[in-house]
Nanobody, 118 residues
Framework: QVQLVESGGGLVQPGGSLRLSCVASGTFLSINAMGWYRQAPGKERELVAQRTTSGSSNYADSVKGRFTISRDNAKNTMYLQMNSLKPEDTAVYYC????????????WGQGTQVTVSS
């Protein structure tokens, strides 16, 4: 059974930093793209950042220059370094990955809360 588990969320003051982690566990053959999404109260889930196995990345305009996505393919782990956090970054952050078992499928983590407030 494949699972994605996020960690690293919490409460931080505006201008602060947090680092989120997402670990893929279970039995699978390979992982393709991995990404971070977020959903604020009353809003739709949106893509924050995505990274492919080849190393290319893309970011939402709202986080460019402040957030950095990275992967450790050997550890099946993805990170999101979030700097200069703003109150509008407050949301539940979800890990997403395209993973192959017998077939390719999208998996989601349970989410981790990030709250930016003074």
């Amino acid at each position: 059974q494949v699972q994605l588990v996020e960690s690293g969320g919490g409460l931080v003051q505006p201008g602060g930093s947090l680092r989120l982690s997402c670990v893929a566990s279970g039995t699978f053959l390979s992982i393709n793209a991995m990404g971070w999404y977020r959903q604020a109260p009353g809003k739709e889930r949106e893509l924050v950042a995505q990274r492919t196995t080849s190393g290319s990345s893309n970011y939402a305009d709202s986080v460019k220059g402040r957030f950095t996505i990275s992967r450790d393919n050997a550890k099946n782990t993805m990170y999101l370094q979030m700097n200069s956090l703003k109150p509008e970054d407050t949301a539940v952050y979800y890990c997403n990955a395209e993973i192959r078992t017998l077939y390719w499928r999208n998996y989601w983590g349970q989410g981790t809360q990030v709250t930016v407030s003074s």
